[in-house]
């Protein structure tokens, strides 16, 4: 793989990676894009089981973390407002709108639930927007032809899945913590839920190897690239092997038996599994060369 620093007249004559969305000040476009998702999931998640702390959890990231992230990204930030007019152009302005229609009916139903009224009326149009602020994101990445590995129409699917669990896993480990739901009920289900994301963290990996072809070259970075203690020790480890090991414990032990702090632990080494995941599909993204492969000067 080109490293970062090539020659005007080398660029794309080898498989080239992008550092637009990942470098310099397009991490704060991943992390908009990470915590918009988790937000939004998490609001989702506490919006079908009425917990009111957690609708509000979700919306603060998502408004505050995730679009805050994304003002900061623009190049102009205070001429926002011209993005949001060509909705028919770019996923960002689509974006940026139901962003903005997600933070606006979520507050609306946060202010109405607070004051103990009615807010049905309002939260199904949050509910409905936070799915489309999810699959928003996997939209944006998708759309990116040049970028063989992003440009799947499985990826948005895979956003919304895994921010989902994401969000209701940290859920219910709060209200477990809390003492807010019963203790039998909570284990038994985060038990599930890590079993599921681990299966749908494999199922990545799998659709990025064989939306690459026969190269692979994005999973050979991380594997056995620069990203190899990130993907080894975050995405397997982490994200998958823990996750697998607490889910079977929990459910073998049953619920009552279970030790809470095993299954809490693996959700938070499971979210951050899931943003290093992200990490790495950004990170190796690449624009295909006229030459399939890299020389062997390269290590990247």
């Not at 498989?15 to 991943?30: S, Y």
């Not at 940026?96 to 946060?110: R, V």
Request: hydrophobic share 55%; proline share 4%; glycine share 12%.
């Amino acid at each position: 793989m080109q490293s970062e620093q090539i020659r005007p007249y080398e660029y794309m004559i080898y498989p080239t990676l992008q550092t637009a969305w990942i470098r310099g000040k397009g991490l704060l476009l991943f992390a908009g894009l990470f915590f918009v998702e988790f937000g939004a999931g998490l609001f989702l998640a506490a919006s079908l089981f009425h917990s009111l702390w957690g609708q509000t959890a979700g919306w603060l990231i998502s408004g505050i973390l995730g679009g805050g992230s994304h003002f900061l990204f623009l190049g102009h930030p205070f001429r926002i407002y011209r993005a949001v007019k060509r909705p028919g152009k770019a996923w960002i302005s689509r974006g940026l709108f139901i962003i903005s229609l997600f933070q606006l009916f979520a507050f609306i139903h946060l202010v109405l639930s607070y004051l103990s009224m009615s807010s049905a009326w309002v939260l199904i149009p949050a509910q409905v927007l936070a799915v489309a602020t999810i699959l928003y994101g996997g939209f944006e990445i998708a759309d990116v032809k040049s970028i063989p590995t992003w440009h799947s129409g499985f990826l948005p699917v895979q956003m919304l899945l895994r921010s989902f669990l994401a969000g209701f896993s940290v859920l219910l480990a709060v209200n477990l913590l809390l003492g807010l739901m019963p203790h039998i009920q909570a284990t038994e289900w985060i038990s599930v839920i890590l079993l599921i994301n681990a299966c749908l963290f494999a199922l990545a990996l799998v659709s990025l190897g064989i939306e690459e072809g026969k190269e692979k070259i994005s999973l050979r970075m991380m594997m056995k690239g620069e990203l190899k203690w990130m993907f080894w020790l975050g995405i397997v480890g982490a994200g998958m092997i823990v996750p697998l090991i607490a889910a079977a414990y929990g459910l073998s032990a049953g619920g009552g038996k279970a030790n809470v702090s095993i299954l809490l632990i693996a959700v938070v080494l499971q979210v951050l599994g899931d943003l290093l995941l992200r990490y790495g599909l950004m990170r190796t993204g690449y624009f295909p060369g006229i030459f399939p492969c890299m020389p062997k000067e390269f290590k990247r």
